[in-house]
C-alpha cells in the first residue's frame, strides 16, 4: 500500500553516493542547465517527426536510463507501467478506426473513362503503389453479435505510433530530469535561462520561487492520497456492493477531502511563510554552480548538438 515510496515518480531522490568521489550517477553530476536543455529537445524535436525518429528517441531514453547509474529501484516499477501504458494508448490508436474524410466530388463526368484493351502479348495490369492496409482481421465474433473487421491502415498505424512513442518521451524524460536534479538545482537553472526577462520586467525571482514552493508540494499531494487510499483500504470497503451510484459518491467525497487536504496544506505553508517575514532566497544562493563545466557536461553538450543535427537531416522519416 506503500506506493509513495515504491514509485518515486517526479521526486528527487538521494542515493547517499553522490558527494563521493567517483560515486553516484553521472546524470545527478551533470550540469543541470544541460539536462534541461536536453528535456525540453526530447519534449520538441518529436514535432512534425517522422516514426523513425520518435522510435529512436524512446530507445535513446531507455538507454540513457540503463547507464545512467540510477538505482534499479527508481525505475523498475514506474518504467514497466509507463511502456505498459504507451503500448496500450498505442494499440487502442492502431486499433479503433480512423475518422475518414467525405468522399471527394468528381471532377469530370464518368463518360469520359475509356478503358482501352491490352495487346495479345502484354502483362495484364498489376495495382500500383502500395497497400492502404496493413492488417485485416474479421469479422469478429463477439457473441450472438458479429463485429466489422479490425483494419491497421497506414494512418491509424501512424496515430498508434505518434501517440505511444510521445506519451512515452514527455513522461519519461521529465521523470528523469526531476529524479536527478534537486528542486533548488531546477529552480536556479530556470531562473538561469530566463535572466535575460528581467530587462522586460519579468519577476524570474518570484518565478522561481512559485516553481520551487510546486515541487516541494508534490510529494505532499501524492501523501494526501496515499492516506485516503489507506482509510479506504482499512474499512475494506468494496465498490461492486454499493452500487454505481454509491461508488461514484464515494469518489466525489474522496476527492472533495483531498482538495481539501490540500488546500489546508497550502494554507499552512503561507502561514509560515508570513510568519517569517515573508522572504525568500533568490535563485544564485539556493545553487552555487561549478566554476568550470565537467567533461561530462561538454560531452553531453556535443551529443546535443549531433542529436539536433540529425533531427535536421532525418528527422522526417
Do not use: C
Request: a positive charge; zero cysteines.
Amino acid at each position: 500500500m506503500d506506493w509513495l515510496r515504491q514509485l518515486p515518480i517526479g521526486q528527487y531522490v538521494d542515493d547517499g553516493e553522490s558527494g563521493r568521489e567517483g560515486g553516484g550517477s553521472w546524470l545527478k553530476r551533470l550540469d543541470p542547465r544541460v539536462k534541461l536543455v536536453w528535456t525540453v529537445a526530447f519534449l520538441v524535436t518529436p514535432i512534425l517527426a517522422g516514426p523513425l525518429w520518435r522510435l529512436s528517441l524512446v530507445g535513446l531514453l531507455l538507454l540513457i536510463t540503463a547507464v545512467s547509474g540510477l538505482p534499479w529501484r527508481l525505475w523498475r516499477q514506474s518504467l514497466p507501467l509507463l511502456i505498459a501504458l504507451a503500448l496500450l494508448v498505442g494499440l487502442l490508436s492502431a486499433l479503433l478506426p480512423a475518422a475518414g474524410g467525405a468522399p471527394a466530388s468528381l471532377q469530370r463526368p464518368p463518360g469520359e473513362l475509356r478503358l482501352v484493351p491490352g495487346s495479345a502479348g502484354a502483362p495484364p495490369p498489376s495495382r500500383a503503389g502500395l497497400s492502404w492496409e496493413l492488417v485485416r482481421w474479421g469479422p469478429v465474433m463477439a457473441g450472438p453479435l458479429e463485429l466489422g473487421p479490425l483494419v491497421v491502415t497506414r494512418r491509424s498505424a501512424e496515430l498508434g505510433i505518434n501517440g505511444a512513442t510521445l506519451l512515452f518521451t514527455v513522461i519519461h524524460s521529465a521523470n528523469l530530469l526531476l529524479l536527478s536534479t534537486p528542486p533548488e538545482e531546477l529552480v536556479w537553472t530556470i531562473a538561469w535561462w530566463l535572466a535575460p526577462l528581467k530587462a522586460l520586467g519579468w519577476p524570474v525571482e518570484r518565478l522561481g520561487f512559485t516553481l520551487l514552493l510546486s515541487l516541494r508540494f508534490l510529494p505532499l499531494v501524492q501523501e494526501e492520497l496515499q492516506n485516503l487510499l489507506r482509510s479506504i483500504a482499512t474499512r475494506a470497503v468494496s465498490l461492486r456492493r454499493l452500487g454505481w451510484k454509491a461508488s461514484l459518491g464515494l469518489v466525489l467525497a474522496v476527492g472533495e477531502r483531498l482538495l481539501a487536504n490540500v488546500l489546508l496544506r497550502s494554507e499552512q505553508g503561507a502561514e509560515a511563510l508570513m510568519a517569517r517575514g515573508g522572504m525568500w532566497l533568490p535563485p544564485d544562493r539556493l545553487h552555487q554552480p561549478a566554476a568550470t563545466p565537467t567533461g561530462a557536461s561538454l560531452a553531453a553538450v556535443l551529443a546535443l548538438a549531433v542529436l539536433l543535427a540529425l533531427r535536421w537531416k532525418v528527422g522526417a522519416l
